[in-house]
């Protein structure tokens, strides 16, 4: 069993920034891929970003490319998400995942045995 848990959201203006952090807990951190999603209000859950069980590997949604960047510190169990020039389009409770493949990156929230409770980005314009 794994425990995740978020935290870093908030309220920020458009062209700010804000680092999210996944915090793992249990069976933890280097046995698994890592993944950011997001889900915004009437809307399907969607991935943003990926990392590798080592870290080597990471992958990014289009969307997110050149603004948002995905790190992990295995020591400390953790994942982050520095999210740059933020739009209004950002806004949405974005989870943290883990996946027990060795490289990661899946796009399907089904690929991703444990979630975190999510915390709440809202991007004011």
């Known amino acids: 069993q794994v425990q995740l848990a978020e935290s870093g959201g908030g309220l920020v203006q458009a062209g700010g920034s804000l680092r999210l952090s996944c915090a793992a807990s249990g069976r933890t951190g280097s046995s698994y891929a890592m993944g950011w999603f997001r889900q915004a209000p009437g809307k399907e859950r969607e991935f943003v970003v990926g990392?590798?069980?080592?870290?080597?590997?990471?992958y990014y949604a289009d969307s997110v490319k050149g603004r948002f960047t995905i790190s992990r510190d295995n020591a400390k169990n953790t994942v982050y998400l520095q999210m740059n020039s933020l739009k209004p389009e950002d806004t949405a409770v974005y989870y943290c995942?883990?996946?027990?493949?060795?490289?990661?990156?899946?796009?399907?929230?089904?690929?991703?045995?444990?979630w975190g409770q999510g915390t709440q980005v809202t991007v004011s314009s």
């Open positions: 990392i590798s069980r080592s870290g080597g590997i990471t």
């Open positions: 995942a883990a996946d027990n493949s060795i490289l990661g990156g899946s796009k399907e929230p089904s690929r991703y045995e444990y």
